[in-house]
């Protein structure tokens, strides 16, 4: 693909991604699941753009979701209902209300408290709600603290026992139906032996339920899958899955998993446009060189937030010399990479930021009055814009009559 005519077409910052690479990641954890009755549901929160849902959903995918408006993006993108997980700590009242009125197939409860809040809603409205627990299993998923959510020092899940008490008290209840057990132990998984650990002891719980005639029909192993951004060994999903398989012990249940990251992330490029080369005096003499560009923090916060590499690539060659890549934003933080080899690089010259179809758009934001990207697909050797770039009267458009 010519990045350098998609630049030109739609503009920079500009997102792209290639919808033929996602059905074939896709394809490749669902075909070592297919032993098994199973469900892969797609993590909307690495990237929720319509046309990529729309085209999930037409590829069989269910949809993990952690905000209501997750939930109706997968609804209004043509996902059906019975293939939606609503997950999330901090669900309000109403957002609790709407998903039981959608007839999702389950909430992921978090704690105690929540399930006591789903059922008073539950009777308010009649109806009986379909749930699951999310069980931590303080097991260390060995990736980075942020994203690291199976110890029981992270605020997601409650213990072992406290599920035990959960699954009771739910089988009692005139309106709550308890249908799942669910755990997910960090994202950016390399190394996926962890989660198979933490199958084996929810596996365990999942036996002692069904001993107390407690009818779970849903293991949800999460998701967590990482990728290759720079050395990292790509996970061995044949081992996963038949791990996974080992640890349910034969128990007969739909095994859910919960791919974001592994599905978009080296689907998707992120193009900008350098605006000038900026060269400073240390005090030790020497020199620093950064490359100023027309993307920034907002449109991809994942060096600044993480210290994440995105390897850069420059579309022109020439003898290489180390730089930093910083947008316009007016933060130190404000960099795509530090100590990158490019060539010398001239106004209207191009960059391409790599792994960005995770946690790319989705995580950007309008700070500094910034207006967020366009985004494109690919499919079958053609281009199209599934997003506009973001004007000044969008930015403003929920302010301006009140001035």
Do not use: W
């Not at 995918?61 to 901090?90: M, P, T």
């Amino acid at each position: 693909m010519d990045y350098s005519l998609l630049a030109k077409k739609y503009n920079t910052p500009l997102y792209v991604y290639d919808f033929d690479y996602i059905q074939a990641q896709y394809n490749k954890i669902k075909k070592e699941f297919q032993a098994r009755k199973s469900l892969v549901c797609y993590a909307l929160k690495a990237n929720s753009n319509l046309s990529l849902l729309k085209f999930m959903a037409e590829l069989g995918a269910g949809f993990d979701c952690v905000s209501i408006g997750e939930v109706k993006r997968a609804l209004l993108a043509g996902a059906k209902n019975y293939k939606i997980i609503y997950s999330g700590v901090g669900k309000s009242d109403e957002e609790i209300k709407e998903a039981l009125n959608l007839d999702i197939l389950m909430i992921n409860l978090e704690s105690d408290e929540e399930m006591k809040r789903v059922e008073n809603i539950a009777k308010e409205l009649g109806k009986k709600a379909r749930i699951s627990i999310r069980v931590n299993p303080n097991v260390d998923p060995k990736t980075h603290p942020y994203i690291s959510t199976g110890l029981s020092k992270n605020k997601f899940g409650v213990s072992l026992n406290k599920a035990r008490l959960m699954y009771l008290y739910a089988h009692k209840s005139e309106f709550l139906e308890p249908v799942g057990v669910h755990f997910h132990i960090g994202s950016q998984l390399t190394d996926l032996t962890p989660v198979i650990e933490a199958a084996r002891i929810v596996s365990e719980l999942l036996r002692e339920l069904r001993a107390l005639d407690i009818d779970i029909k849903f293991f949800d192993i999460g998701g967590g899958v990482g990728i290759k951004y720079e050395n990292e060994e790509e996970p061995d999903l044949y081992s996963y899955a038949q791990g996974i398989l080992a640890a349910l012990g034969g128990q007969d249940a739909t095994i859910v998993c919960e791919p974001g990251r592994f599905l978009v992330g080296n689907a998707g490029v992120f193009l900008t446009k350098v605006l000038y080369e900026k060269i400073n005096d240390t005090k030790d003499g020497s020199h620093k060189r950064f490359v100023i560009v027309d993307g920034a923090m907002n449109d991809l916060i994942r060096p600044s937030l993480y210290e994440a590499f995105h390897e850069i690539k420059a579309l022109k060659d020439g003898q290489k010399e180390l730089c930093d890549v910083v947008g316009p934003i007016c933060e130190s933080g404000d960099f795509l990479g530090k100590d990158i080899s490019l060539p010398k690089l001239e106004n209207g010259d191009i960059l391409v930021v790599k792994s960005a179809g995770a946690y790319g758009f989705s995580m950007s934001s309008n700070y500094n009055s910034r207006n967020r990207a366009a985004e494109v697909a690919l499919q079958n050797g053609t281009d199209r814009l599934i997003r506009k770039r973001e004007s000044f009267d969008d930015l403003i458009k929920n302010e301006k009559e009140f001035i």
